[in-house]
């Protein structure tokens, strides 16, 4: 399990983002921490973020490495990374 403070300074740490956004980024990978796949429309409904914000979220965890997109626009899915790896290539 990892420590959610931990990886939200390691993100702040690394990515020179605003602590704020480093947490709403966290509290996405936790919710998708048991998911095999997932959709943007899932972390719209769960969170409340409309669609754009939820989409730029989840493109940024992409560009950080702890997602994976796979398919187009329309049918875009998501998985996550292995966290403990892109720590250690952090």
């Not at 740490?13 to 990978?29: F, H, N, Q, R, Y």
């Not at 754009?52 to 997109?69: P, S, V």
Request: proline share 1%; hydrophobic share 30%; aromatic share 10%.
């Amino acid at each position: 399990m990892v420590d959610k403070q931990d990886l939200k300074q390691k993100i702040v740490d690394k990515w020179s983002i605003k602590p704020s956004l480093a947490e709403k980024l966290v509290d996405i990978l936790e919710f998708v921490a048991d998911k095999g796949e997932f959709t943007t429309e899932q972390v719209v409904s769960h969170f409340g973020f409309n669609a754009t914000t939820a989409k730029r979220y989840l493109r940024q965890l992409t560009e950080f490495g702890y997602l994976e997109e796979h398919g187009g626009n329309k049918n875009r899915t998501y998985t996550k990374r292995l966290i403990e790896r892109c720590q250690r290539d952090g």
